[in-house]
């Protein structure tokens, strides 16, 4: 069975810093496109990063330069080291696997996300 | 602010039939393929539909999906009280190259 597990989300004051997990188990994050959306109160879903198999790296333009994306193969997990945090990235976090179909990508597995809320 | 554009909520009696649109444009929904996800809050998002009109394995075939030019339609049949959630289409655009785009969301309520 497939599952994706977020963690590491809380309470952090404006310019603080957290460092989400994502734990998969059913696939490989290494053989697979792993991404991090999030959803802010009222909001819809937003695209933040993604880690390609070969490990490069990209970013929504909001997060770039504040946020990183990172695995560690042999735990099978996925990372978001967010820094400088603003209120604005208040959201759940949601980590989702990115496949191919036919025709297009889909995101085809995601976790239940995590809650960040940045405030003083 | 989405891109796409979907109605905020829909609802029906249990066993009658929603759909749910989702407008988009030329750059996005008329040349892509576009992606159905169910969410229920607190819980984690569902893939419903890929590639248009596809369904994953495991999902009924009360959801079924449609797209024609800048527009896509979700529908689902035989509605349940498990069918109580925010439905989300999403697809590629071509002035944004990773990540697509989503609709903002639209919530069914089983009356």
């Known amino acids: 069975e497939v599952q994706l597990v977020e963690s590491g989300g809380g309470l952090v004051q404006p310019g603080g810093y957290l460092t989400l997990s994502c734990a998969v188990s059913?696939?490989?994050?290494?053989?697979?496109?792993m991404t991090w959306f999030r959803q802010a109160p009222g909001k819809g879903l937003e695209w933040v990063s993604i880690?390609?198999?070969?490990?490069?790296?990209f970013y929504a333009d909001f997060v770039k330069g504040r946020f990183t994306i990172s695995r560690d193969n042999s735990r099978n997990t996925v990372y978001l080291q967010m820094d400088s945090l603003r209120a604005e990235d208040t959201a759940v976090y949601h980590c989702?696997?990115?496949?191919?179909?036919?025709?297009?990508?889909?995101?085809?597995?995601w976790g239940q996300g995590t809650l960040v809320t940045v405030s003083s | 602010q989405s891109v796409l554009t979907q109605p905020p909520s829909v609802s029906a009696a249990p066993g009658q039939r929603v759909t749910i649109s989702c407008s988009g444009s030329?750059?996005?929904?008329?040349?892509?393929?576009v992606s159905w996800y169910q969410h229920v809050p607190g819980t984690a998002p569902k893939l419903l539909i890929y590639d248009n009109d596809k369904r994953p394995s495991g999902i009924p075939d009360r959801f079924s999906a449609s797209k024609s030019g800048t527009s896509a339609t979700l529908g689902i049949t035989g509605l349940q009280t498990d069918d109580e959630a925010d439905y989300y289409c999403g697809t590629w655009d071509s002035s944004v190259s990773l990540g697509g785009v989503f609709g903002g969301g639209t919530k069914v309520t089983v009356l």
């Open positions: 989702a696997r990115e496949s191919y179909g036919s025709g297009s990508y889909y995101f085809d597995y």
């Open positions: 880690i390609y198999t070969g490990g490069s790296a």
């Open positions: 030329s750059s996005n929904i008329g040349n892509n393929y």
């Open positions: 059913g696939f490989s994050v290494s053989d697979s496109y």
